[in-house]
């Protein structure tokens, strides 16, 4: 069964499916993006994803491709027509196509693309039976990384790092040795008192929508969540470490620059906001 992608109006074979050269995207990176999983054929946490697409649009004066509930179908569709039961969806809007030059253009549409993807569904639980390793790298991106722009180039040179470091992820460190997020995940401690730590999402990161409802997870279980920043020193000491992303929902981390974290396993309340979370997060029937 070919994979069928949405560009601009259209499904089309993803084979096929292409922007014009002079999409802003394309050009200037100039378009943020969404990453929903899809699990047991439901779509995890659209309402937060679509929330936070409208705040990234707003931040950037890029309008609505077309209205939320045309999107809220158009995903769907696209999730049908590949037949994903577990995997992700992704889309993008970009300013749209315009001969270049840097200031907004004032006859463009907005551009969007929608693609889905099967993941197996054990693939990510096997990486959480071992955990995974990162690396630290200095902050070099902008400013305004709230934003959850295609423009991620200081995220595909850190996360390649860490492949060639045998690892697989990237954190971004601040002037003070503060951790600030992955490349593509934002970054949490246990401490030896079992609090949950992570940095306030106020500014200098991404509010992760799978950070929001780890919050709601870890109510559900009982655990004090604390969002203050930590250093790159007290999550190697730290009881357990962990990543979170729409993609890894809790995922271990067990190393840290070499360097392993307590016995170098996962962790048990790593592991327990991990199962909870798909009791706790929205789910829209796909
Ligand atoms: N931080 C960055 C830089 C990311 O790219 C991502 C996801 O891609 C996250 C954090 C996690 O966000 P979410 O939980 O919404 O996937």
């Known amino acids: 069964m070919p994979r069928i992608a949405y560009v601009n109006g259209r499904y089309v074979p993803h084979r096929e499916a292409a922007v014009h050269i002079e999409d802003r995207g394309y050009q200037f990176a100039d378009g943020v993006y969404e990453v929903c999983e899809v699990a047991r054929g439901f779509i995890i946490d659209m309402t937060r994803h679509l929330d936070r697409l409208d705040r990234s649009l707003g931040e950037l004066s890029i309008s609505w491709p077309v209205a939320r509930r045309a999107l809220t179908f158009i995903i769907r569709e696209v999730i049908r027509r590949n037949r994903v039961a577990d995997g992700l969806v992704y889309l993008q809007v970009t300013r749209g196509v315009a001969s270049r030059d840097f200031a907004f253009p004032t006859n463009a549409a907005p551009s969007l693309v929608v ?50 470091a045998g690892a697989q992820e990237a954190w971004f460190i601040d002037e003070e040795g503060n951790v600030k997020e992955g490349g593509s995940s934002n970054a949490w401690i246990v401490t030896r008192d079992g609090v949950l730590v992570t940095r306030p999402a106020n500014h200098g990161i991404l509010r992760g929508i799978t950070r929001t409802s780890l919050f709601d997870v870890a109510e559900k279980l009982g655990f004090t969540v604390e969002e203050r920043k930590f250093s790159v020193a007290e999550a190697k000491a730290a009881r357990e470490v962990f990543i979170s992303s729409a993609t890894t929902i809790a995922m271990p981390v067990v190393e840290i620059d070499g360097a392993a974290i307590a016995n170098g396993h996962p962790g048990s309340v790593t592991l327990s906001l991990r199962q909870a979370f798909f009791d706790v997060a929205e789910k829209i029937p796909a």
Do not use: C, H, Y
Not at 143 to 162: C, E, F, M, Y
């Open 115 to 164: 693609i889905a993807k099967k993941v197996a569904p054990d693939f990510q639980a096997k990486r959480a039976e071992a955990g995974i390793k990162v690396i630290t790298v200095p902050e070099n991106r902008w400013d305004r990384v709230d934003i959850k722009s295609t423009g991620l180039l200081p995220n595909v040179l850190a996360k390649q790092k860490a492949k060639e």
